[in-house]
């Protein structure tokens, strides 16, 4: 121990690192005696199946003898081994493993239950048979290991996010019984940490110099052939690490964790497997670290495991007794945060919250979105009213182009909510414990000097398991070091409380999370989010239907049950790789076939709704027309006539109500409004004219004039032609589905049609219309109808397109003679505004950017809305309205988006305010057509409405049955403030209502929230954009 130490920073540093290293010197160094004797299992025999068995099937196959080397597959099969083992009497007394090395991803069986996961890329390689064998434990076993014939991140074909090899095959390349040394491992483990600060904190740094020091040390003292030097290296690092830093300590809170994607390079029921893999991996460790606290999002995975692994889900409630097991999140699944609409979103969290509180005793208080591209202004409201006041994610830092300037702030949203947000400064939610991760953490962290906490959250995600116990002895060995920051294991509630008890300082970023990075999601796969719109319309619809019919009859069952089942489905599809279209094309297959069932059935609950509401009434039989939405509509409506065809009728339908149709044979009622003009020119152009506006079609089916007639106001910029397709070349640097980049702006192709395609389609009169052909290239086609309807303040545009691209981008532009910095656009539950021009990188970055189901440019007195009915991708640059139609991404899915699409848009010249014009209802009107349902008996005869308001600017958005069980004839209503400004609102209701009380989103009453009612109306007062929940009990219907 005399001997001089030489001063060479490398040769030392190089020196440990040899001595751990897994690669070199394996032979003498210590990693080489991690593990001691080995011996190879009994037997090895397997079965394959294409199909995802319960165990207790599984194991009645047949299996065949298999050996070390076997190949099985191909993708998403599953291969079943039987391991049969005897461990050598010799090793009693030390702990002994099942060194298990495959592709694919193991689930370990013993004795009829799953106790551990198995993956490489999860650095799970090892069961542990006994901590330490016993002379009389049991030596000889049976275990079974399911592998699914898939990785981590699926089965990409040459990289990640490729489309999935089919053909892909797996192999087993370890299957063996060997000895672990310990306390070889807690050597490896502080030498590691030592080395990670001695590179870390770098050679301007005193300590870092007493790592490396350290660390050579104990290479001097260590004998790896001798164990009995191993205590004597252990005490110089207890040394070292008994060293504590100061109180100024910045702290930071381990939380275990794996990011589990509901769907993504792999299909949903592969997820169902993840869960258990990894949460059955979490529970072993729980149970061998009592301070190892676990956190889990997303109910749908839990309900999951609930159903297909009973035993675990057991062990996951008795750790979230103990704290150990920490639910958290509220949401059903990891929502995308843009997309969904703001009902979604309060119904992520209601199934979400109620489902925590049934199955773990509480519920959630951190919102917990880690992986989400985007959040939406309005989820600070939704947030605190679901019992929220803090969010955690990380993604902002994936940005592209400006660096966010908090990591823990005030986030401020739309109508002024504040909610507490963190951003985990290691910019991860998979981080291993190593002590880079945890310099980083501090050195990223833009507000460590207004408060002294970071999340530092661990575990490989997505299947790889989570933790392992390797990053749990990191973390805990370095607890309290001079040197590094504190390192606690924690759970999101102690961060919080920390953070709020330091929050004084903090800054506020007010309104939406924007992410500069994934735009091209708005609009990947059109199809899933067409599925989306319309299955968010269809709940609406029979929510409100249903809770009349409730109102109005003693006999109807609220389809309670049926309804949650169809919200879980739509919930699903709204997770963060589907609604998006960042997913595998089996996952966008199972989506449609969701987006089937959810149409279907809620038809049939429509009808049912429907019947209801007929009963008993004296009115001939026929058709009932139903308005769901809270203001009276005269729309130009189809009907169906015996025989398939249709014929238009002119009806008025009053709020949120129904009216008969009239009847087939009835003459039209004279139409207050000038009848519809449809005009075709010499030159082939077709001008369309209700009175309100004019359209002026060229002879391709551009716009070349779109006049507000009253006032002779012309929309479309001068010398420029609207309603103009344009093709984009759509390569980005990587992530394909995902994103869509600056430079694809410089590759704009106008689409130019041939002359006198132009034709007229609907003569005039109650409607009219033209229609055109455009060849979009020489394999993608499109057809357009343009429809203008009697006394409709807007066009349409119904579009049909053949679509067979490969990295192609369609839009469809509108030059608008509007100036404006400015455009709104719709999100959930209001709108807000960004900005038309590039002047900083802030503004820029938004090149592409989402809305729901409107977006207008408006300069004083004047502006152009346009409308869509599933479209998402927008952007307004100067003057120009642009919407995003169709990409062609060709990885994860390789057939994202080819076929056949069908979407309609609609442009709404206005005057004034679009507020006061009314395109907030337009867009409604546009995609909450009138229905006309059979009636199965004498339909009404009457008209009808249930709720009406006294404001055009508040918006009775949901109408449904109270959620709790003891509360069945009574309503949940929902209304927000949609045009920004306070206000005060009068509700009227024709139902008989026996009371009225404010709630939150959760349903639950707001105890000083009594509401007065007097004739039938009450009075509800708004700030701008607020959304309000209120409870109305009905009294029992006659009948
Ligand atoms: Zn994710």
Same mark, same amino acid.
């Given at each position: 121990?005399?001997?001089?130490?030489?001063?060479?920073?490398?040769?030392?540093?190089?020196?440990?690192?040899?001595?751990?290293?897994?690669?070199?010197?394996?032979?003498?160094?210590?990693?080489?005696?991690?593990?001691?004797?080995?011996?190879?299992?009994?037997?090895?025999?397997?079965?394959?199946?294409?199909?995802?068995?319960?165990?207790? +099937?599984?194991?009645?196959?047949?299996?065949?003898?298999?050996?070390?080397?076997?190949?099985?597959?191909?993708?998403?099969?599953?291969?079943?081994?039987?391991?049969?083992?005897?461990?050598?009497?010799?090793?009693?007394?030390?702990?002994?493993?099942?060194?298990?090395?495959?592709?694919?991803?193991? @689930?370990?069986?013993?004795?009829?239950?799953?106790?551990?996961?198995?993956?490489?890329?999860?650095?799970?390689?090892?069961?542990?048979?006994?901590?330490?064998?016993?002379?009389?434990?049991?030596?000889?076993?049976? #275990?079974?290991?399911?592998?699914?014939?898939?990785?981590?991140?699926?089965?990409?074909?040459?990289?990640?996010?490729?489309?999935?090899?089919?053909?892909?095959?797996?192999?087993?390349?370890?299957?063996?019984?060997?000895?672990?040394?310990?306390?070889?491992?807690?050597?490896?483990?502080?030498?590691?940490?030592?080395?990670?600060?001695?590179?870390?904190?770098?050679?301007?740094?005193?300590?870092?110099?007493?790592?490396?020091?350290?660390?050579?040390?104990?290479?001097?003292?260590?004998?790896?052939?001798?164990?009995?030097?191993?205590?004597?290296?252990?005490?110089?690092?207890?040394?070292?690490?008994?060293?504590?830093? %100061?109180?100024?300590?910045?702290?930071?809170?381990?939380?275990?964790?794996?990011?589990?994607?509901?769907?993504?390079?792999?299909?949903? +029921?592969?997820?169902?497997?993840?869960?258990?893999?990894?949460?059955?991996?979490?529970?072993?460790?729980?149970?061998?670290?009592?301070?190892?606290?676990?956190?889990?999002?997303?109910?749908?995975?839990?309900?999951?495991?609930?159903?297909?692994?009973?035993?675990?889900?057991?062990?996951?409630?008795?750790?979230?007794?103990? =704290?150990?097991?920490?639910?958290?999140?509220?949401?059903?699944?990891?929502?995308?945060?843009?997309?969904?609409?703001?009902?979604?979103?309060?119904?992520?969290?209601?199934?979400?919250?109620?489902?925590?509180?049934?199955?773990?005793?509480?519920?959630?208080?951190?919102?917990?979105?880690?992986?989400?591209?985007?959040?939406?202004?309005?989820?600070?409201?939704?947030?605190?009213?679901?019992?929220?006041?803090?969010?955690?994610?990380?993604?902002?830092?994936?940005?592209?182009?400006?660096?966010?300037?908090?990591?823990?702030?005030?986030?401020? =949203?739309?109508?002024?909510?504040?909610?507490?947000?963190?951003?985990?400064?290691?910019?991860?939610?998979?981080?291993?414990?190593?002590?880079?991760?945890?310099? &980083?953490?501090?050195?990223?962290?833009?507000?460590?000097?207004?408060?002294?906490?970071?999340?530092?959250?661990?575990?490989?995600?997505?299947?790889?398991?989570?933790?392992?116990?390797?990053? @749990?002895?990191?973390? &805990?060995?370095?607890?309290?070091?001079?040197?590094?920051?504190?390192?606690?294991?924690?759970?999101?509630?102690?961060?919080?409380?920390?953070?709020?008890?330091?929050?004084?300082?903090?800054?506020?970023?007010? %309104?939406?999370?924007?992410?500069?990075?994934?735009?091209?999601?708005?609009?990947?796969?059109?199809?899933?989010?067409?599925?989306?719109?319309?299955?968010?319309?269809?709940?609406?619809?029979?929510?409100?239907?249903?809770?009349?019919?409730?109102?109005?009859?003693?006999?109807?069952?609220?389809?309670?049950?049926?309804?949650?089942?169809?919200?879980? #489905?739509?919930?699903?599809?709204?997770?963060?790789?589907?609604?998006?279209?960042?997913?595998?094309?089996?996952?966008?297959?199972?989506?449609?076939?969701?987006?089937?069932?959810?149409?279907?059935?809620?038809?049939?609950?429509?009808?049912?709704?429907?019947?209801?509401?007929?009963?008993?009434?004296?009115?001939?039989?026929?058709?009932?027309?139903?308005?769901?939405?809270?203001?009276?509509?005269?729309?130009?409506?189809?009907?169906?006539?015996?025989?398939?065809?249709?014929?238009?009728?002119?009806?008025?339908?009053?709020?949120?109500?129904?009216?008969?149709?009239?009847?087939?044979?009835?003459?039209?009622?004279?139409?207050?409004?000038?009848?519809?003009?449809?005009?075709?020119?010499?030159?082939?152009?077709?001008?369309?004219?209700?009175?309100?506006?004019?359209?002026?079609?060229?002879?391709?089916?551009?716009?070349?004039?779109?006049?507000?007639?009253?006032?002779?106001?012309?929309?479309?910029?001068?010398?420029?032609?609207?309603?103009?397709?344009?093709?984009?070349?759509?390569?980005?640097?990587?992530?394909?589905?995902?994103?869509?980049?600056?430079?694809?702006? +410089?590759?704009?192709?106008?689409?130019?049609?041939?002359?006198?395609?132009?034709?007229? =389609?609907?003569?005039?009169?109650?409607?009219?219309?033209?229609?055109?052909?455009?060849?979009?290239?020489?394999?993608?086609?499109?057809?357009?109808?343009?429809?203008?309807?009697?006394?409709?303040?807007?066009?349409?545009?119904?579009?049909?397109?053949?679509?067979?691209?490969?990295?192609?981008? @369609?839009?469809?532009?509108?030059?608008?003679?509007?100036?404006?910095?400015?455009?709104?656009?719709?999100?959930?539950? =209001?709108?807000?505004?960004?900005?038309?021009?590039?002047?900083?990188?802030?503004?820029?970055?938004?090149?592409?950017?989402?809305?729901?189901?409107?977006?207008?440019?408006?300069?004083?007195?004047?502006?152009?809305?346009?409308?869509?009915?599933?479209?998402?991708?927008?952007?307004?640059?100067?003057?120009?309205?642009?919407?995003?139609?169709?990409?062609?991404?060709?990885?994860?899915?390789?057939?994202?988006?080819?076929?056949?699409?069908?979407?309609?848009?609609?442009?709404?010249?206005?005057?004034?305010?679009?507020?006061?014009?009314?395109?907030?209802?337009?867009?409604?009107? #546009?995609?909450?057509?009138?229905?006309?349902?059979?009636?199965?008996?004498?339909?009404?005869?009457?008209?009808?409405?249930?709720?009406? #308001?006294?404001?055009?600017?508040?918006?009775?958005?949901?109408?449904?049955?109270?959620?709790?069980?003891?509360?069945?004839?009574?309503?949940?209503?929902?209304?927000?403030?949609?045009?920004?400004?306070?206000?005060?609102?009068?509700?009227?209701?024709?139902?008989?209502?026996?009371?009225?009380?404010?709630?939150?989103?959760?349903?639950?009453?707001?105890?000083?929230?009594?509401?007065?009612?007097?004739?039938?109306?009450?009075?509800?007062?708004?700030?701008?954009?607020?959304?309000?929940?209120?409870?109305?009990?009905?009294?029992?219907?006659?009948?």
């Amino acid at each position: 121990m005399a001997t001089p130490v030489l001063k060479h920073w490398r040769t030392t540093l190089e020196r440990v690192e040899k001595f751990v290293s897994p690669l070199y010197f394996t032979d003498c160094n210590l990693r080489g005696r991690l593990f001691g004797d080995s011996c190879p299992v009994d037997a090895l025999s397997s079965f394959l199946t294409p199909e995802r068995l319960p165990y207790e +099937e599984a194991i009645q196959q047949n299996f065949s003898p298999a050996q070390v080397g076997d190949s099985f597959g191909p993708t998403w099969w599953t291969c079943w081994f039987r391991v049969e083992l005897t461990i050598p009497e010799a090793w009693v007394g030390q702990e002994v493993h099942l060194r298990w090395e495959s592709d694919g991803e193991g @689930l370990v069986w013993r004795d009829g239950e799953p106790v551990q996961g198995l993956t490489k890329e999860g650095e799970k390689t090892s069961y542990v048979l006994n901590e330490r064998l016993g002379e009389g434990d049991p030596r000889s076993l049976t #275990l079974y290991v399911e592998v699914a014939c898939s990785g981590l991140l699926g089965a990409g074909k040459g990289s990640m996010i490729a489309a999935p090899d089919p053909e892909k095959m797996f192999q087993v390349s370890r299957a063996e019984l060997a000895v672990f040394h310990q306390d070889v491992h807690k050597l490896l483990v502080v030498l590691e940490l030592l080395l990670g600060m001695a590179k870390g904190l770098g050679e301007d740094n005193q300590r870092s110099f007493q790592a490396l020091y350290t660390a050579n040390q104990m290479v001097n003292v260590c004998d790896p052939a001798q164990p009995k030097t191993f205590s004597v290296a252990q005490a110089l690092a207890c040394q070292f690490f008994g060293q504590h830093g %100061g109180e100024s300590q910045h702290t930071l809170h381990a939380m275990g964790h794996c990011h589990i994607d509901t769907a993504w390079l792999w299909p949903f +029921e592969e997820t169902v497997r993840k869960c258990a893999r990894s949460w059955v991996t979490a529970v072993q460790l729980m149970e061998r670290n009592p301070e190892f606290i676990f956190v889990c999002s997303q109910a749908q995975q839990l309900l999951w495991v609930k159903s297909h692994y009973p035993g675990l889900y057991t062990r996951l409630q008795e750790f979230a007794c103990c =704290g150990q097991f920490v639910p958290v999140g509220g949401t059903w699944v990891e929502m995308d945060g843009n997309l969904p609409s703001g009902e979604a979103m309060v119904r992520q969290f209601l199934q979400g919250q109620n489902f925590f509180l049934q199955e773990f005793g509480k519920m959630c208080s951190e919102f917990w979105l880690p992986d989400t591209f985007g959040y939406s202004a309005q989820l600070p409201q939704i947030m605190l009213g679901c019992g929220i006041g803090r969010f955690l994610t990380q993604k902002l830092s994936w940005n592209l182009v400006n660096s966010f300037p908090h990591h823990t702030f005030f986030w401020e =949203g739309l109508d002024g909510s504040r909610v507490l947000t963190h951003f985990p400064p290691g910019n991860s939610y998979g981080m291993q414990g190593s002590v880079e991760e945890v310099l &980083k953490t501090v050195t990223n962290n833009r507000d460590k000097g207004r408060t002294n906490h970071s999340a530092f959250l661990f575990g490989f995600g997505d299947g790889g398991g989570g933790p392992t116990q390797t990053m @749990l002895d990191r973390l &805990k060995r370095l607890g309290n070091t001079d040197g590094l920051p504190r390192v606690q294991l924690s759970s999101p509630g102690r961060l919080f409380s920390a953070l709020e008890s330091t929050s004084g300082q903090l800054c506020t970023w007010v %309104g939406e999370l924007f992410l500069e990075l994934h735009n091209g999601t708005y609009t990947s796969q059109a199809q899933i989010k067409k599925g989306n719109r319309e299955c968010e319309r269809i709940l609406h619809d029979v929510e409100l239907l249903s809770s009349l019919a409730l109102a109005r009859s003693a006999q109807f069952l609220y389809p309670a049950a049926q309804l949650q089942c169809l919200w879980r #489905l739509l919930l699903l599809n709204q997770f963060h790789d589907v609604v998006p279209g960042s997913c595998i094309q089996l996952v966008a297959e199972d989506a449609m076939c969701h987006y089937k069932d959810i149409r279907s059935h809620g038809n049939k609950l429509l009808s049912t709704a429907a019947a209801a509401l007929c009963a008993g009434e004296p009115g001939p039989e026929g058709l009932l027309v139903v308005n769901t939405l809270p203001w009276k509509r005269t729309e130009v409506l189809a009907l169906p006539k015996p025989g398939g065809a249709h014929s238009l009728a002119l009806v008025t339908v009053p709020s949120m109500g129904f009216a008969p149709a009239p009847a087939p044979t009835s003459l039209q009622p004279l139409v207050p409004q000038q009848p519809v003009f449809v005009v075709q020119e010499p030159d082939g152009s077709v001008t369309l004219d209700n009175g309100i506006i004019r359209v002026r079609l060229d002879p391709t089916g551009r716009l070349s004039s779109l006049v507000l007639v009253a006032s002779g106001r012309e929309a479309i910029a001068e010398g420029a032609v609207g309603n103009q397709f344009v093709l984009f070349d759509d390569v980005p640097l990587y992530w394909d589905a995902w994103d869509v980049m600056d430079y694809h702006l +410089e590759t704009r192709r106008p689409v130019l049609g041939q002359v006198r395609t132009l034709a007229v =389609g609907t003569e005039g009169g109650l409607r009219g219309s033209a229609w055109f052909l455009l060849q979009l290239s020489p394999n993608s086609r499109l057809s357009q109808e343009v429809v203008l309807d009697v006394g409709c303040p807007y066009v349409r545009f119904h579009t049909e397109v053949h679509w067979h691209e490969a990295h192609k981008f @369609l839009k469809v532009e509108f030059p608008a003679r509007v100036q404006s910095p400015q455009a709104t656009y719709e999100i959930q539950f =209001g709108h807000l505004q960004r900005p038309t021009h590039y002047n900083t990188s802030w503004d820029w970055a938004r090149f592409e950017v989402w809305t729901h189901r409107w977006m207008d440019l408006s300069e004083h007195g004047f502006g152009l809305a346009l409308l869509n009915d599933c479209k998402y991708g927008a952007s307004v640059h100067g003057n120009v309205l642009s919407l995003s139609l169709l990409r062609a991404p060709k990885a994860p899915d390789a057939f994202a988006d080819m076929g056949r699409h069908e979407f309609t848009y609609a442009l709404m010249p206005h005057k004034g305010s679009f507020q006061d014009a009314g395109v907030i209802r337009a867009a409604y009107t #546009l995609n909450f057509p009138l229905l006309a349902l059979p009636a199965p008996g004498p339909a009404p005869a009457a008209a009808w409405s249930a709720f009406s #308001l006294s404001t055009p600017a508040v918006v009775l958005e949901t109408v449904k049955q109270a959620e709790a069980p003891a509360e069945s004839r009574t309503l949940l209503l929902r209304l927000y403030e949609a045009y920004g400004s306070h206000v005060d609102c009068w509700l009227h209701t024709s139902l008989l209502v026996q009371e009225a009380v404010l709630c939150d989103f959760l349903e639950r009453r707001d105890p000083a929230g009594q509401l007065p009612l007097s004739d039938a109306s009450l009075k509800l007062t708004f700030s701008p954009f607020q959304v309000r929940s209120l409870l109305l009990v009905l009294q029992t219907p006659s009948d």
